[in-house]
């Protein structure tokens, strides 16, 4: 069984510009998670989408978004970049929506964003 | 507000030594508690979930025990590997109290270093 995917795994982009970033979920997982990895301030929640609605949002900036498409693939975008941005953005599926004890997140490689 | 606190930052021990890593969490309401491995540059690796009705799991060599009331986590390691040389994180499933969201609250991890 494949694990989650993302794509591109390294990006560099400009203050200002914008990207997009993809992950595919595990075969059969419904949720999809985004999180931002950074050295200071580590693993920090940004959304959950959930049969394409999004259920859980973490405390980010409007400039970060993200959708879910039927086939629980899902997109994150951030708008005019700043270079606080640079980061390892890591997506996570899963069988069950947050909120559910049996709700085991599984990630995968990530994307390494650098916003110069 | 949750928060996860992981100490040691940093562990280094001899091939064959058996090992703990601790977990704090300050609020005992969480819905499941998760290990996860990562390597350098690499996404996580899940190892271990413990649902919030469980005391523990185990998975070869790995044993994970959570106690909510004391809100407190530790991951056993057995005759450790130099392959286990990673860093561990472990993260609280929880509710955001002003926010609603459900969400995995990520403590900073330890680095484990193993010596042959």
């Known amino acids: 069984k494949a694990g989650v995917t993302q794509t591109p795994r390294y990006l560099i982009k400009t203050r200002g510009q914008q990207v997009t970033l993809s992950c595919s979920p595990i075969?059969?997982?419904?949720?999809v998670s985004w999180y931002q990895q950074t050295p200071g301030q580590g693993l920090q929640f940004l959304f959950e989408?959930?049969?394409?609605?999004?259920?859980n949002k973490g405390n980010f900036p409007g400039r970060f978004s993200g959708r879910q498409f039927s086939n629980s693939r899902s997109e994150m975008n951030v708008s005019t970049l700043e270079l606080g941005d640079s980061a390892l953005y890591l997506c996570?599926?899963?069988?069950?929506?947050?909120?559910?004890?049996?709700?085991?997140?599984?990630f995968g490689p990530g994307t390494r964003l650098t916003v110069l | 507000k949750q928060e996860v606190t992981q100490i040691p930052a940093a562990l280094s021990v001899p091939e064959g030594e058996n090992l703990v890593l601790n977990c704090s969490f300050t609020?005992?309401?969480?819905?499941?508690l998760q290990w996860f491995r990562q390597d350098p540059g690499k996404g996580l690796t899940s190892l271990l979930l413990?649902?919030?009705?469980?005391r523990e799991q185990t998975s070869g060599r790995l044993n994970a025990s959570l106690d909510k009331s004391s809100g407190r986590s530790t991951l056993y390691i057995a005759a450790s590997q130099p392959g286990d040389s990673a860093t561990y994180l472990c993260?609280?499933?929880?509710?955001?109290?002003?926010?609603?969201?459900?969400?995995?609250?990520f403590g900073k991890g330890t680095k484990l270093t193993v010596n042959p």
């Open positions: 989408y959930f049969s394409e609605t999004q259920r």
């Open positions: 996570a599926s899963s069988l069950s929506p947050g909120g559910s004890s049996y709700n085991e997140q599984f």
């Open positions: 413990i649902q919030s009705s469980q």
């Open positions: 609020d005992s309401a969480i819905y499941n």
């Open positions: 993260a609280a499933g929880a509710t955001d109290s002003q926010g609603g969201s459900e969400k995995l609250v």
């Open positions: 075969s059969g997982h419904r949720s």
